[in-house]
């Protein structure tokens, strides 16, 4: 069974620096997708980021970019230029390929306030 | 259409009720999923439908807990003999045949309180 972990409950930044949110996550599979997810206080979760296992380049969108270490297996969030607006709960998540449910194993999550 | 919906946003029941919760997918995806999510904590998968047939359920889904997707489209999610432990989010979420490839789309969930 694959387990996500995120060790960090809550961060706080000011606006306009920084941010990096922690992951890691335990499988024994080789072929698999991790993701970042954000939910907002409204709830709706809404994919941030996602990286192909099989990929060495890391993924990037726009302001939001990982570090993806897979023999540490670990997946990190890096968010610049941090906005209001990315105030939310960030949840790590790892997707198995292949036959089946291809279903999301999440983390704990991290709760990031930016404050202005 | 405009995303995943789900119906109702809140639920407050007592303990021993039964209770569904209603989710409408977005229309051209087949895949349709189920997940509970509790206060602090990251959702957890319940199962899982493709069309109408529903291919894996979580050991996390007791026999108290039912889901139905009748025609391939909406889907319903039911408990009886609710319990206190119940009480969480209940978030549904539908993608085309890859998830991997085109993601998911969640809904806003529905937070159940048992009381």
């Known amino acids: 069974a694959q387990t996500v972990t995120q060790s960090q409950p809550e961060m706080s930044v000011q606006e306009a620096e920084t941010v990096t949110l922690s992951c890691t996550y335990d499988?024994?599979?080789?072929?698999?997708?991790l993701f970042w997810y954000k939910q907002p206080p409204s709830r709706q979760m809404i994919l941030v980021i996602r990286q192909e296992a099989y990929k060495q380049q890391n993924a990037t969108e726009n302001r939001f970019s990982v570090n993806f270490q897979k023999a540490a297996k670990s997946f990190s969030l890096k968010i610049s230029d941090s906005q209001l607006g990315d105030t939310a709960m960030y949840f790590c998540a790892f997707m198995k390929l292949g036959q089946g449910a291809q279903k999301l194993v999440f983390g704990q999550g991290t709760r990031l306030t930016i404050n202005p | 259409d405009t995303g995943v919906s789900q119906d109702p946003r809140h639920k407050i029941t007592k303990r021993g009720q039964n209770v569904t919760f209603r989710c409408d997918p977005i229309?051209?995806?087949?895949?349709l999923y189920w997940y509970r999510q509790t206060l602090g904590q990251g959702p957890e998968f319940l199962t899982y439908f493709q069309n109408e047939a529903q291919l894996e359920k979580s050991r996390l889904l007791s026999d108290r807990f039912s889901a139905e997707r009748p025609k391939g489209s909406f889907s319903t999610l039911e408990i009886q003999r609710t319990e206190q432990g119940d009480s969480a989010m209940y978030l549904c979420a539908s993608s085309l045949q890859s998830p991997d490839l085109y993601g998911y789309t969640f809904g806003s969930g529905t937070r159940l309180t048992v009381v």
């Open positions: 229309s051209e995806h087949n895949r």
């Open positions: 499988t024994s599979e080789n072929n698999y997708y």
